[in-house]
């Protein structure tokens, strides 16, 4: 009876140990680097890297390494272990054999005016936890819309600048927004992701700015986690939103860490375990962010980007979303690539439905 008694213990501290890991992987606030490839060769105006999914693809990408960074062309050559591809600008630092390094699917980094020569202003609004720091890029007039960026899990401004050239375009400002745990933004009480259900509120405290600053109506335009945030607050606060864009966006929570447990080979009843341990560590209700259970009573337009090959984010709910959101209300885009990348595979038609659905609903 001891031996038994022992062994049980033992187990449920196993996993209950596995499932407080997991959960804290998902609310942790982690920003570390990482270069999985190593360059092959450079020079003559290409590289050469090793061979895999992410550096075979057509599209837009940069190539990021330690100090550097370099936008790619096409590829030109290579054989079963490497790919040879064009070098369209060296940005910054200098490309090396040997140094380690990263695909980029933001591909620009610095500021808007460093990255995309687009005339901008560092701003900051004030929210629930302290000063936040946005850039405000100008539209045509301020008294309009005006398009609120909001990046995704773990990720920083720079994630919105792929849209930023089609926004101006567009004759719109954009306020491209930093919230809570950000670099050089408060942090939240604990420190911790709240994979949105506090987060949503700094998306309200950038409305206000908006319209403070002359907004006539806002288009929230989340990605990944952002979306999730978009979603919350188009539920809790509607009335001064126009429209949504959702690129890659957490549509169910309890679907995602479904399939990310299931990538990690955890066992079905761990990762429920470590779904309960995740509500308890940071006060959330998972079903509160199964946005598909809201999605027939959805009364604004919604332009919606899935990726098929994303293994970051569960695509079913995003399926689910759009075919249970009345009638002409959710304009559902599939495209090939990875999780937030359905600009890089063809920017120009990505773009293209993004004016189209902006000047619909601005």
Known sequence: MAAAVAIVVLLCTVVGGIGWYFA????????TAQ??????DAGNG?????????????????????????LLGPVTGGDEATVV???????????????????????YDGDPGKALRLPFQDVTYPSRVGPMPAWVIPGTSPKSTWVIGVHG??????ETFRVMRAVHKAGLPMMSIAYRNDVGAPSSSDGKNHLGDTEWQDIVSAMGYARAHGATGVVLYGWSMGGAMALATLRKDPSFIRGVVLDSPVLDWS????????????????????????????????????????AP???????????????TVANSSAYTFSSTAPPGMVTHITTPGGHTE????????????????LKRHR
Do not use: C
């Not at 270069?35 to 092959?40: D, E, F, G, H, R």
């Not at 899990?153 to 720079?158: G, P, S, T, V």
């Not at 679907?255 to 779904?275: C, E, H, S």
């Open 255 to 294: 679907a995602t860490l479904d399939m990310q447990g299931d990538a990690r080979n955890l066992p079905g009843f761990i990762t429920g375990v470590a779904k309960r341990v995740l509500e308890w560590r940071i006060g959330i209700d998972l079903t509160d962010f199964d946005h598909r259970r809201y």
């Open 85 to 107: 591809r064009n070098v369209s600008s060296v940005v910054e630092g200098t490309l090396a054999k040997g140094a380690p390094a990263i695909i980029d699917h933001w591909v």
């Open 153 to 158: 899990r773990n990720a920083d401004k720079a």
């Open 24 to 31: 804290g992987v998902a609310i942790e606030v982690d920003r």
């Open 35 to 40: 270069y999985p490839l190593t360059i092959v």
């Open 46 to 70: 290409t590289v050469t890297l090793p061979r895999d999914a992410t550096t075979e693809r057509p599209g837009t990408w940069a190539l990021v390494w330690d100090g550097g960074r370099a």
């Open 297 to 311: 009573k959805l009364r604004t337009p919604v332009l919606l980007f899935t990726a098929t090959d994303d293994a």
């Open 342 to 357: 359905s600009w890089n595979v063809d920017p120009t038609a990505y773009e293209r439905t993004l004016a189209t659905f």
